[in-house]
């Protein structure tokens, strides 16, 4: 069945600094692929989305490129805040009828000032 | 506008008991979904409703589960017999639609504890 895998935290940056948090995912078809964030204690919110190859999503400084060659749809930002703290999950959405999304186990993120 | 809403946010039980949980969609949409998640896991696909309809519970992990969504608008989940392996958070999500480019809407999610 379909399935993502990514990146293994947790990650811990200081203010400003790169981030990238990868993403790899096994599908049959053409997934679309989102990135949720999880902030303390908050729900589940989109992030951003890309719905077919070489999409590239951004929201809020961050960005992820689908990349079908690759199967793999990588998050980046290029200098991160304290308050991006959170844990970030990488998704893609079935395509058997449900569109139902097929989560990673998540990412968690700490900035440090 | 409102998001998607859940009650009770807690839920203590134990062991054998029947528990209830409430999903209130964001007003409008069609298509539902239930997912679990447990500590330090991504969330796990339930079920997932079109209108009236489960269109998909191939989530469900047996038949203590079951869900319903009598008028298309709220949904309730039911566990019967409740084991300790059911405690999780407990989330729903609702879209506009079912396409792959709908965007699924979280609610906060019900945190259930089976003692």
């Known amino acids: 069945g379909d399935s993502v895998t990514q990146m293994e935290g947790p990650v811990t940056l200081s203010e400003e600094a790169f981030l990238t948090i990868n993403c790899t995912y096994t599908?049959?078809?053409?997934?679309?692929l989102f990135w949720y964030v999880q902030y303390p204690g908050e729900g589940l919110q989109l992030l951003l989305k890309?719905?077919?190859?070489?999409d590239k999503g951004s929201n809020k400084g961050f960005e992820a490129t689908y990349r079908k060659e690759t199967t793999s749809f990588h998050l980046e930002k290029g200098s991160v805040q304290v308050s991006d703290s959170a844990v970030y999950f990488c998704?893609?959405?079935?395509?058997?009828?449900?569109?139902?999304?097929?989560f990673g186990k998540g990412t968690k993120l700490t900035v440090n000032p | 506008g409102a998001g998607v809403s859940q009650t009770p946010s807690n839920k203590v039980t134990e062991k054998g008991k029947y528990v209830e949980l409430r999903c209130d969609p964001i007003?409008?949409?069609?298509?539902l979904y239930w997912y679990r998640q447990s500590l330090g896991q991504g969330p796990e696909f339930l079920i997932y409703?079109?209108?009236?309809?489960?269109?998909?519970d191939s989530g469900l992990p047996n038949d203590r589960f079951f869900a319903v969504r009598p008028e298309g608008s709220v949904s309730t989940l039911k566990i019967q017999r409740t084991e300790r392996g059911d405690s999780a958070v407990y989330l729903c999500?609702?879209?506009?639609?079912?396409?792959?480019?709908?965007?699924?809407?979280f609610g906060p999610g019900t945190r259930l504890l089976v003692l």
């Open positions: 999500a609702s879209s506009l639609g079912s396409g792959a480019q709908e965007t699924q809407y």
């Open positions: 599908a049959t078809g053409y997934p679309s």
């Open positions: 890309a719905t077919k190859a070489d």
């Open positions: 998704a893609l959405s079935d395509q058997g009828g449900s569109e139902k999304l097929v």
């Open positions: 007003s409008g949409h069609t298509a």
């Open positions: 409703f079109q209108g009236t309809g489960a269109a998909d």
